[in-house]
């Protein structure tokens, strides 16, 4: 039975670009169904605002599988991104970017980098969830879960074994996010010592950015989080010498996509001047991915062999080094005429099968001896006011609460501590607006809410709700709550700056 | 009446490197007071777990300058970063940190770069305001306020203009964070055409940091948030070809801080190898800011026509380029010789007073006038519940409630749609834990709740108490609320994907 793939064109040089691609594919001899649907630019301008029509659902669910030219998203209000789109809808949680040189075939400052980025892709700031409550504060959400740690933390691994790879290394900032950037350094590292033959280290993402720009070659595999990902995969590309060589891959459990990493280019579209690598990359991403292997391999020798060659695009053309300016489709001739032979001073490509990882082994044994449920326990919150009037208004307002059961803990701005303060000679600036109050039950904490003295003092929502809707009588204008918490008697949320 | 500052030796090489720093800042003949504080491992050690003494506020209240060497934060738990202390406690909003390169003294693969970094330091997620609430998800805040974006963009202007720059760039990621970036974004292109002299353009972020990896001399002054601004800080220094070549300064209202972009490298303290070069740049940076231009425009001359001698520390010396290799101390003597000469391939320094930017153009009417208040509405909010069954549990609970006042219009998870699904075959995956639900007043939407059809209905809190408490009856396990707000009529919250 031939295997099934959905095939979107896309628009500007993408047409021309996935026709030399799938010649290629199926001048390889592999016999593959492929059904077609219309996604970008035309869509969107149909009103399907996130480029996509219902239809094309249809044939992602039949096939699990789609190789994606770039599209156009049109300019102005109201059409989402079609890629977040398909990321989410089809749990696509990794983003898979190898970026290498092709030194001395294509100029590259960094003949030895060749480096894997390994991207989560539907958490962090990522989703997109934003609010403004107050007349100067805006508000996104980073949200980070356990179990999206494990899975791309995993997969890397998981990734660099099938792949010989010798090293995985984390980026995160949890110097400054320690509870949430915290959670992916520590995931990475308990799940590091699952894989002793793979060496391992952490970059804080700013100098693990600066390492990456100026010297590649030190990297291997990458894991990292959504935005940081975004960041350093581009990184990576852009000093690899062009962004028209690479491919990537959006894996989750069912569903897996397969794209060049560069965008639509209608500038140079119809011109049979694209390079059509990237997608070619991507289509041998995609076969490993289908455990076809050979033919992975068949067309990855050829593409290298081409551009060993010397048969370039103008994107990559160099007078110095270069053979001959070939168009789209004498470059697609080429790799065809190619197949059957390898490369000589490129790499070799030698995949085996089930060397993509298609994350059966998440749902096994291994990822979900883990798993243990810690005990929560609610201690109080922290309601986020719109404040107009001076801080000693507010403090002598607060002063005069009366509760049996809650005590006013600290007051901050922008996570920088107000009350109470060590030296009330050093009152930060206060100009009001978005402003924290921290309530905690009496006699859990002592002197900071950081101090659990006490974690068997009990509170419930009700006791909030009556005591927030005395603050509510008082004329607090109350715009965000949040929930404070022990998990396993652990204090799980920060402290203000100062405390 | 001599100025104050106030001097910070640091750890590691920061004592020698301070020392070398002071010695030419005395040499060259300006009249300083210097106040010393302890900051660093010791103080931590002593149990101030902030780096700093209490005392230390009385100098830098008297200086309100602080030139810092480097220090060390001790491994383990508790220690608060001093840098991020001294940022808030001062209101050090901004962050300047100017790169170039030294080419052909020192070896630097972009001879043409020079570019200054303009970083927003108070907001940001480096607020770090962070929750756990659930067993799977841990959330950190983005906070972006109107003021903090106008503050730091106007900084950028007059910084490009006082010191003759051409082209201010913005780096945000807007297409993602609507909200928050987008305001940021917005806020630069309002405040740009109050500058038609200086040329303006836009980067996303990730594209951004690519091309300054990749071609750094594109750049002029870059203007960005607090964790990008904090990367491409990075990045640019590590192009640069070494980071102890660059100072940068924290500017405040009230306060400014100075200092080498480098860490106290304790590795090589006390063997008279340490470059002083950055906290050399960083006391010119300093003395500008005093505005005692001849006094910097005379050490920048000295130091620049040094390094161009080929009087070179190890960390750039270079056989090929270098004359000699000096120690710490010879290098500053060096400096001191030079002091009246002029650099002949270097630029010459030719600062004017009041060329540091010192915000009073801040409270000054330029940029109060554009304050308008807007005119905020509640119309809902959005409860996020930890739920523990499964979807369609939740959903009949949810359409058994009864309620004369809310509506529900969307529950999502992550960000994700859950309901209403345009398709009900293609339901995202649930797992439960951090769940959304969003309650709206009733007739105040029509099919989704960005779409106002009428803004005058009114909703106020002791409503929305009232009903929350009915959830709370309900077993509704609520861990956190966000209001929903129309300002000046318009929708303040983001949609779910695929609403």
Chains 1, 2 share one sequence.
Not at 77 to 92: C, D, E, F, I, P
Not at 432 to 438: E, M, P
């Amino acid at each position: 039975m031939s295997k099934i793939i959905t095939v979107a064109f896309g628009d500007g040089i993408g047409p021309e670009i996935m026709d030399s691609t799938l010649k290629i594919v199926n001048a390889s001899g592999i016999n593959l169904k492929i059904n077609t649907i219309e996604v970008g630019k035309k869509i969107y301008e149909k009103g399907f605002n996130s480029g996509l029509m219902p239809s094309a659902w249809e044939s992602l669910n039949e096939s699990k599988i789609i190789l994606k030219a770039p599209i156009t998203t049109p300019q102005g209000g109201g059409y989402k991104s079609l890629n977040v789109t398909l990321r989410k809808k089809l749990g696509l949680y990794s983003n898979v970017r190898p970026v290498n040189s092709f030194h001395p075939f294509v100029h590259c400052n960094f003949p030895k980098m060749d480096v894997v980025i390994i991207r989560e892709n539907e958490e962090d700031l990522y989703a997109g969830i934003e609010y403004r409550q107050t007349e100067q504060t805006f508000e996104c959400l980073k949200l980070v879960t356990k179990k999206g740690c494990e899975k791309i933390v995993r997969f890397a691994f998981e990734y660099a074994i099938a792949n010989s790879r010798k090293k995985v290394t984390c980026f995160s900032k949890d110097n400054i996010m320690k509870m949430t950037d915290g959670l992916f350094h520590k995931t990475f590292d308990e799940i590091a010592k699952e894989y002793p033959q793979i060496a391992t280290d952490h970059y804080i993402i700013d100098i693990g950015c600066a390492r990456l720009a100026a010297k590649p070659e030190i990297f291997d595999v990458i894991v990292t989080m959504n935005l940081y990902g975004d960041i350093i995969s581009d990184i990576a590309a852009e000093i690899s010498g062009s962004v028209g060589l690479a491919g990537s891959a959006n894996i989750g459990d069912k569903f897996a996509m397969f794209e060049a990493i560069h965008g639509s280019a209608p500038d140079i579209a119809n011109k049979n001047i694209a390079n059509p690598t990237g997608l070619i990359q991507a289509s041998v991403m995609m076969l490993n991915h289908l455990n076809e292997s050979a033919t992975a391999n068949l067309i990855r020798n050829a593409l290298y062999k081409t551009i060993e060659e010397g048969n370039h695009t103008p994107d990559i053309y160099n007078q110095n080094i270069s053979r001959k300016q070939v168009g789209t489709q004498e470059f697609a001739e080429a790799v065809i005429k190619n197949l059957g032979k390898n490369p000589e001073k490129l790499p070799v490509a030698n995949f085996k099968n089930n060397s993509s990882i298609k994350n059966e082994f998440l749902n096994s044994d291994k990822s979900n001896n883990s798993i243990e449920i810690s005990n929560k326990k609610l201690i109080g919150f922290d309601l986020y006011i719109d404040w107009h009037k001076n801080f000693s208004d507010l403090l002598n307002l607060l002063k005069s609460l009366e509760s049996q059961k809650f005590e006013l803990k600290m007051i901050s701005a922008k996570g920088l501590l107000l009350f109470p303060l060590l030296d009330i000679n050093n009152m930060p600036e206060y100009n009001g607006d978005l402003t924290s109050l921290r309530f905690v039950g009496k006699g859990i904490c002592g002197k900071s809410s950081s101090d659990i003295i006490n974690p068997d003092i009990l509170v419930n929502h009700h006791e909030i709700i009556d005591f927030i809707k005395y603050l509510c009588d008082k004329n607090f204008d109350f715009v965000k709550y949040e929930g404070l918490y022990l998990f396993d008697n652990k204090v799980a949320f920060t402290s203000g700056q100062g405390e």
